[in-house]
């Protein structure tokens, strides 16, 4: 069965840091989704990603936030310079476009120290 | 704005049926969702229902949907401790790749 794949599972960074979350979303979907969960909350929406370009983001998604495509297969979510309060899950979802599931990755459980 | 709203908390014995319910706001929603989140663990899509079904059932999973009132339950027959996770309910609008608007989880605790 198809998957939606991030790595890393874990990563700890310093305060101040750049961090890259990487994604490998299902190979024939269209629409491309990074979402938040801090701990003990509910899953927030950051962005969506479409033909290349973004296609809504939410006010979670400042300057401190990217996102990129940088080949066929991989989806990535960068923050330049991570506080603490960024200390979350954030997931990675892919959905075809016609279909109506969206599938969701493992999640990568960033801690900011 | 979008919002969803659960009940955060479900306790109950194994065997019985369990009820999670779900209100949200958006009467655009055309999609909603319900998906299944164990400790530590990602989302794992349970099931969805169209926004022109009233009732969706796939094996001991119900989905109830009554849009008049904007509300959506989740029944779970012959609850196991496996079933044991947190709950969430979400909700997607009519417009192709739009997000999806999640409700807070219900933490259903299955006790043998």
């Known amino acids: 069965e198809p998957e939606v794949t991030q790595t890393p599972s874990h990563q700890v960074t310093q305060m101040g840091q750049e961090v890259i979350l990487r994604c490998v979303p299902i190979s024939n979907h269209l629409y491309f989704y990074w979402y938040r969960q801090i701990l003990g909350q509910k899953v927030e929406f950051l962005v969506s990603f479409y033909n290349n370009e973004i296609s809504e983001k939410s006010e979670i998604f400042d300057d401190q936030f990217s996102v990129e495509r940088p080949d066929g297969s991989n989806f990535t979510l960068k923050i330049r310079s991570t506080k603490l309060e960024d200390s979350a899950m954030y997931f990675c979802?892919?959905?075809?476009?016609?279909?109506?599931?969206?599938?969701f990755g493992q999640g990568t459980r960033l801690t900011v120290v | 704005g979008e919002d969803v709203e659960q009940s955060l908390f479900l306790s109950v014995r194994e065997g019985d049926s369990s009820v999670i319910n779900c209100t949200y706001t958006?009467?655009?929603?055309?999609?909603l969702y319900w998906y299944k989140q164990e400790p530590g663990a990602g989302l794992q899509l349970l099931t969805y229902i169209f926004s022109n079904m009233d009732m969706k059932q796939d094996q001991r999973l119900t989905v109830l949907l009554n849009k008049k009132d904007k509300h959506l339950s989740l029944r779970i027959a012959d609850t196991q401790t496996g079933d044991s996770a947190i709950y969430f309910c979400?909700?997607?609008?009519?417009?192709?790749?739009?997000?999806?608007?999640f409700g807070q989880g219900t933490e259903l605790s299955v006790k043998p």
């Open positions: 979400a909700e997607r609008g009519n417009n192709q790749g739009g997000k999806l608007i």
């Open positions: 958006d009467s655009s929603s055309t999609y």
């Open positions: 979802a892919s959905i075809q476009g016609s279909g109506t599931e969206a599938f």
